[in-house]
């Protein structure tokens, strides 16, 4: 086992595949001669060529759509989008396009391509350059939506990303980049649309994924201490959901909370509570609590940035007040 | 071209012809649904662009794509199941008219959204470029995509990629019910290349033989050098699908047009300069008509896809 | 051969046109691609063509009719043939009929679980409370005090449903043992269907609520008869001077009465919390009001503050809101002292109980002609009787006694309410 960093597991993830299928193609802004504006794909450049690592102009329509003609036929793009902002300037490409060629031909062709984006705010980048629009993704049948929390995860997801041979756009964080994990020296790979317990507890359910992973694991150390203990169920994948350990948790526990980065209004814990309320409404012993980021586009002052982003807090409150 | 591919493209222009008119009877009858954008008047631009291709060059267009599916040679019979929404239909009912396509035949589709497969033409072309084929990307679309933010980013990107995409405009004066000279800063479409410091050209898309003999000329550039443009001036004698009323232009603009029938245009040509018989190209017809009227049999016999294959193709996993 | 010709669809939203002309008339020769006639749609007015060759032998539709998508508008045929109209109109397919869903009633699997086997949970579950029911029957249970343990849920899964505890709050099984077998006489007359009718969620407060007070109050109870003569003369001195519908009431001078006295006994305008006597600020006198089914207490806030004439206007507006059902929260919270009065059915005198979380009640009784003794002398007086019921946690039989004499100040010497 080693001691990475995400951005090391993403990198490397890509790197493994790259070598492994020459079919398996990086495009976007500043990917080659920068190296990734988040480094992710430092050295890539000078050691596959520019035909397999492509600058493109600015211009996330054609990023996309030509990501899209290519895996049409044969090809597998591994697309960027400098940030998940930008995304919304492809979205007619991604769930239009990418999300429905195959169905509206009849299953003649797949569409294999990966969109890397990278979401979250925390950074005082200001609203349009802080968003995690995640749902918005998630809601489409077609494409699968993943959003890993863990460098052991990131790189293992990745990789089964890559090879799959469904469209899916892979969203990454840009404060988890920095965060340390142990990753496997072998190959291996993780299973897309599968949730998974990062902590074991008994006493409520908490529901998250991405960088409220991590928040949640400190609120979670804290309520230990107070004899709280939480279980962490971390989505991983958002499209397809995997509700069954969630299911599962809560018949135990009878209380959840769910994380997200996101605004809570017609957000992912809506979908969550209101699947746990469907299938396991019988469990029910209070209402499922939800925390989320403030109804507003994040500000550029520190502190009121921070006041609208869930903190540690914000899910110690919440675990305490289910129970 | 010799005597035999000149009756074919003829048979083939006729064939498109008669399946716009049946489709149009269909539609009426409430047995098409949706949209029918018909390519009546436009013949002799996917005929002649598509004969000078190789069979290694894809071609890819917009939603008035039963003209071009035919040219690229998919069966009426698949063409009009899919018009019905059958399960025989060459996308399994699922797409209907805007989505025919035939990938084994290198017919990447029938889009919906306008200008949204620019930028997958200039993929496949980088695709293809990638693996070091010599195929071009032959990308059919209207005047009215020319203004949408896709156009210019395929463009551009071809351009500074070098991407092997031959951007054919159909420019049949209308997009939509906006003509040209409303819609467009430049109202001669080809002029655009230039911002993308592209060869183009403008030839006349109501003659088949000039249309071929251009595409001819243009494609070997494309597959050694690069993108070109290339403004086919056309017009469309119904409106811009069943239910136009056609308000945005004038009755006797249309007569005018219909009078250079390229249909009419070929038939002369052959008669006169091919010498070629009336007889001939009559059976062709009647051998058009027959092929269309058997495709509405078997399509009208088809089934509908079963309701448990509602989720069929989504997903490969 | 006859073909029928139908009205095309122009547009993919088209449901109906309008057939504003008949360009062809019955009878004419019409070749392919003529014009049959003008079809009006909402987008635009359109030409139809023919699609074959024929005589048109019969116009269906009259100019200005709106004919649906899909039905007949015309018959085309040969010369001569005959035309079966009926059959040609039945052979056209009619815009496909959807077939109304038979929506498969979901087949309830209730396994009635017997009351010994209760539904298990999965997957190491726990049911909250130990119990598999439905958040509302959860919470009437607890209101009404059903164990919910008891229960056999009629829910999906065996989950206790709201019914399921509303029926058993109705089963009140009261064993009825017959000792002294006696011969009973024929009945003459027919007998009566025994029925039985739910309670109200009104009776069964009243009577969760008065069970409490009678089973945790130490009542006692002070009985007074005062002279009424100077009420009721004052009474009627005041309203031959007001007009209908706005004259006093016997009990707006007993409300003002009891709010005046209650200023000098605060433990009797007060509520017991634990260990301490919470002794209200304001004297806020509620009345007993007879309701459909049942009683509601309205309340006079502030009534030793008031005027006669403000107490019975408010009275007679929350009392007719209340008999009406309109009752409004601020009519019936937050009395502090009630007073019931039975006055108007003959009662010489009763005994109420306390309303809780209330020190008091008083009860009236009628006004009523009496002999009485004066100077000496028997003569016709008017008397009323009333009951003080007290707790007797908060206060005692001196203390009480001493409020029913400052009341019966009030009561026989009206004019101290006026000033």
């Not at chain 1, 019988?282 to 939800?290: E, L």
């Not at chain 2, 390519?39 to 008035?64: F, H, K, L, M, W």
């Not at chain 3, 993919?12 to 070749?31: A, N």
């Not at chain 3, 809101?321 to 006055?343: C, I, K, M, P, Q």
Request: glycine share 8%; net charge negative; hydrophobic share 40%.
């Amino acid at each position: 086992m080693a001691m990475i960093t995400m951005r090391e597991a993403i990198s490397q993830a890509l790197w493994e595949e790259m070598e492994k299928d020459p079919n398996v193609f990086i495009m976007g802004e500043e990917v080659g001669v920068w190296g990734g504006t988040y480094a992710v794909t430092r050295g890539f450049f000078d050691h596959f060529g520019p035909e397999r690592v492509r600058d493109t102009p600015i211009a996330e329509g054609v990023i996309v759509g030509a990501a899209n003609g290519a895996a049409m036929t044969g090809l597998r793009p591994v697309a960027e989008l400098m940030t998940i902002n930008f995304a919304f300037l492809a979205m007619d490409q991604i769930v239009n396009h990418s999300a429905k060629l195959r169905i509206m031909f009849g299953g003649q062709f797949k569409v294999p391509i990966v969109i890397r984006a990278v979401g979250g705010g925390g950074r005082q980048l200001g609203a349009t350059h802080s968003q995690t629009p995640d749902v918005v993704f998630a809601h489409f049948p077609g494409i699968k939506v993943i959003a890993p929390g863990t460098p052991y995860d990131a790189k293992g997801l990745l990789k089964s990303a890559i090879r799959e041979d469904d469209p899916v756009m892979f969203i990454e964080h840009a404060t988890l980049y920095q965060s340390r994990g142990e990753v496997p020296e072998e190959e291996y790979l993780e299973p897309i649309g599968v949730s998974k317990v990062q902590r074991p507890g008994r006493d409520v359910t908490l529901i998250t994924y991405s960088k409220m992973l991590q928040l949640s694991m400190q609120a979670a150390e804290q309520l230990s201490s107070e004899g709280i203990e939480v279980e962490i169920i971390d989505l991983r994948t958002l499209r397809p959901l995997d509700m069954e350990p969630v299911i599962k948790s809560f018949k135990r526990t009878n209380r959840a909370v769910i994380v997200e980065e996101g605004w809570g209004t017609f957000g992912i814990g809506s979908e969550i509570a209101s699947r746990i309320y469907e299938h396991a409404f019988d469990y029910v012993d209070a209402p499922i609590k939800r925390v989320a980021q403030k109804e507003v586009p994040l500000p550029y002052n520190r502190e009121l940035e921070q006041l609208a982003l869930p903190q540690v807090e914000d899910i110690v409150n919440a675990v305490k007040e289910v129970l | 071209m010799d005597k035999e591919r000149l009756q074919e493209i003829y048979h083939e222009m006729v064939l498109v012809r008669r399946l716009e008119e049946e489709s149009a009877s269909l539609y009426q009858q409430g047995k098409i649904g949706g949209f029918l954008h018909l390519y009546i008047g436009q013949e002799a631009v996917g005929s002649g662009i598509i004969a000078a291709r190789q069979p290694q060059d894809r071609v890819i267009t917009a939603y008035r794509d039963h003209g071009v599916a035919i040219s690229c040679g998919m069966d009426p019979k698949v063409v009009m199941a899919e018009l019905l929404g059958k399960e025989t239909g060459c996308s399994k009912g699922r797409g209907g008219s805007m989505h025919l396509a035939d990938t084994e035949l290198n017919f990447w589709g029938g889009h919906a959204i306008v200008g949204a497969h620019l930028p997958l033409a200039a993929g496949m072309a980088m695709a293809d470029q990638y693996r070091d084929t010599d195929a071009v990307t032959i990308c059919m679309f209207g005047d009215g995509a020319t203004n949408i933010g896709y156009f210019h980013e395929a463009l551009n990107l071809s351009a500074v990629w070098n991407l092997p995409v031959l951007w054919v405009c159909e420019n049949n004066q209308y997009g939509m019910g906006t003509s040209v000279e409303r819609a467009s800063a430049v109202s001669e479409i080809r002029q655009k290349a230039n911002g993308y410091g592209m060869p183009n050209e403008r030839v006349d898309g109501m003659n088949v033989i000039e249309v071929y003999e251009t595409t001819q000329k243009v494609l070997p550039k494309v597959r050694e050098g690069g993108p070109y443009l290339l403004e086919v001036m056309t017009y469309r004698y119904r409106g811009h699908s069943m239910g136009d009323p056609e308000r945005y232009r004038e009755t006797d603009e249309v007569e005018k047009w219909r009078k250079d029938d390229p249909i009419g245009i070929f038939r002369e040509h052959l008669l006169s300069k091919e010498g070629f018989e009336e007889t001939v190209l009559d059976e062709e017809e009647l051998r058009a008509e027959k092929l269309i009227q058997e495709a509405v049999q078997f399509a009208e016999s088809s089934p509908d896809p079963a309701p448990e294959t509602l989720f069929d193709y989504l997903y490969v996993d | 051969m006859a073909e029928t010709i139908t009205m095309p669809k122009l547009g993919f939203d088209m449901e109906e046109g309008t057939l504003i002309r008949w360009v062809k008339s019955e009878g004419e020769q019409v070749t392919k691609g003529d014009i049959l006639a003008e079809i009006e749609t909402d987008k635009a007015t359109v030409e139809v063509e023919a699609q074959s060759v024929g005589i048109l032998r019969k116009h269906v539709v009259q100019e200005g009719s709106i004919v649906p998508v899909g039905s007949v508008i015309a018959v085309l045929g040969d010369e001569e043939e005959e035309i079966d109209l009926e059959a040609l109109l039945q052979e056209v397919p009619v815009a496909a009929e959807i077939e109304p869903q038979e929506t498969t009633s979901a087949t309830s699997q209730i396994e009635t679980e017997s009351e010994s086997t209760p539904p298990t949970p999965e997957d190491n579950g726990k049911f909250p409370e130990g119990v598999k029911a439905s958040p509302i029957a959860r919470r009437l249970a607890k209101d009404m005090g059903v164990d919910l343990r008891t229960l056999s849920g009629s829910g999906p899964g065996g989950r206790i449903v709201k019914q399921d505890v509303e029926e058993a709050m109705e089963s009140t099984k009261a064993p009825v043992t017959d000792v002294l077998g006696l011969q009973i006489p024929p009945l003459s007359g027919t007998v009566s269907d025994s029925t039985t009718v739910p309670l109200t969620k009104l009776r069964s407060l009243i009577g969760r609520r008065m069970t409490a007070a009678k089973q945790e109050l130490p009542h006692f109870y002070l009985t007074a008869e005062y002279d009424a003569s100077p009420l009721m003369d004052l009474r009627s001195e005041i309203n031959m001077r007001l007009p209908e519908g706005e004259k006093l009431s016997v009990n707006d001078f007993i409300v003002k009465a009891a709010a005046l006295a209650l200023r000098q006994f605060p433990n009797l305008n007060a509520t017991l919390e634990g260990d301490q006597i919470l002794r209200h600020g304001e004297i806020n006198i509620g009345i007993a009001v007879a309701v459909e089914d049942g009683l509601l207490t309205i309340v006079i806030r502030n009534a030793d503050l008031q005027p006669l004439r403000a107490i019975s206007l408010s009275a007679r507006e929350a009392i007719g809101r209340a008999r009406e059902g309109r009752v409004r929260l601020e009519d019936v919270e937050g009395s502090t002292f009630t007073v019931s009065n039975l006055g108007m059915f003959d009662i010489e005198n009763f005994i109420a109980i306390i309303n809780p979380p209330e020190a008091a009640i008083l009860a009236v009784g009628s006004v009523m002609d009496v002999p009485v003794v004066q100077d000496g002398e028997i003569v016709p007086g008017k008397r009323l009787k009333v009951t003080l019921s007290s707790d007797h946690r908060v206060t005692d039989g001196a203390e009480a006694a001493k409020w029913l004499q400052v009341f019966k100040e009030f009561v026989e010497d009206p004019l101290k309410l006026l000033i």
